[in-house]
Structures are given as C-alpha cells and as structure tokens.
C-alpha cells in the first residue's frame, strides 16, 4: 500500500491574512520561502516514486525548495474553486451570509463540493493504483484536506475537523485494513 505525504504551500501574503486563494495566483512571502526550504530537512526526494503538484505557483515553488525538481503538474490538485469568494476571508463572507462555513454552504458561483470530492478521488485512485512505496502531493489546505477526506472514505463535512496549516506534512496509510491518518498537520 502506498504512503501519501501531504504537503501544503508556504505562507502567501493571502494565506496570512486569511483571504481565500483558489486561482489568483500568488507567490510566496519571504516567511513562505523559508518555511518551504525547511521542507528540504524533512523530506527526501529519492525516497518517493511519484510526486504530483498543484498547478499553482505557490504550491510549485514550495515543491522546488523543498528539493523537488521533478514532479508531475496534476490540476486535480488545484485549490477549491472559491468562486465570488476568492481574496475574501471567512468573516467577509459571514456579513453577507451569516453562519458560512465552506463544509456545508460551498462557494456561490464556484466550485461545489460534489466537484471537489469527484477530483480529488481520482488523485486518490491515481495514487492507489501508482503502485510506488511512496507519494507526495504538494497542494492547498482545502484541496489536501478534501484528498484526505476521500482517502478515508469520509464524508466532505469532516473536513472542519481537520485544520491545514501552512508548510506542514500529513501522511496517510493504512491502520492494518483500514485507510488511516498516519500523521497530521507536522
């Protein structure tokens, strides 16, 4: 069975502020830089046989620094699609709808969560079926959680349980027959 590592972005000026951040995209903050290249201690690139990316620069620089060269641009690993709500953060949006939160309301003309659970399912069966020892995704705190998500077969309003933080690695696997959270948010 194939280990997933999980990796997010470094920090963004919109990451820090809070803003939503699904297509603008942003280069990382100096902070970001340096979070990123600390990856580099973290993670080997020779111990994993597929390394896939988001095809936002934020989550492909950080893949670089953290000694990636080579990885495969996969754009079902892109941010979910915020729609009216891109660069607003969570406390803009409650004044227009009070009590938002994207587990259960979605993004007005954006990306629903049906959409974002069939996409990242198939990185899932991508990954499943790569038949390597090790994978990597370098992606968003949205997208990575909902891949998490349909990793353990769990359903999309779960994802408010599992906060994401900037330049952290999760790695997913088995709990003897079970889909499993090895580590999270480290």
């Avoid at 340096?34 to 934020?58: H, I, K, N, Y």
């Avoid at 959409?115 to 090790?134: F, I, P, Q, Y």
Wanted: aromatic share 10%; glycine share 8%; charged share 25%.
């Amino acid at each position: 069975m194939t280990i997933l590592y999980l990796v997010r972005h470094g920090q963004t000026e919109w990451s820090k502020s809070g803003q939503h951040t699904s297509i603008t995209d942003l280069d990382l903050t100096e902070t970001g830089v340096e979070q990123a290249t600390a990856l580099r201690d973290r993670l080997d690139p020779s111990e994993f046989g597929l390394v896939m990316c988001s095809p936002r620069l934020r989550a492909q620089k950080t893949a670089r620094l953290a000694g990636f060269d080579r990885f495969l641009v996969e754009p079902d690993l892109a941010e979910w699609y915020y729609g009216d709500f891109e660069g607003l953060t969570s406390a803009q949006i409650r004044e227009q709808y009070p009590g938002w939160r994207i587990w259960f309301n979605g993004c007005r003309n954006g990306e629903s969560s049906e959409e974002v659970r069939a996409r990242l399912t198939r990185v899932v069966a991508r990954v499943r079926a790569s038949g390597v020892e090790k994978a990597v995704c370098f992606a968003h705190g949205h997208s990575l959680r909902v891949l998490a998500l349909a990793w353990l077969d769990f359903p999309i309003i779960f994802g408010q349980s599992f906060p994401l933080d900037v330049a952290t690695i999760s790695v997913l696997g088995r709990e003897k027959e079970s889909p499993a959270v090895l580590r999270w948010n480290s």
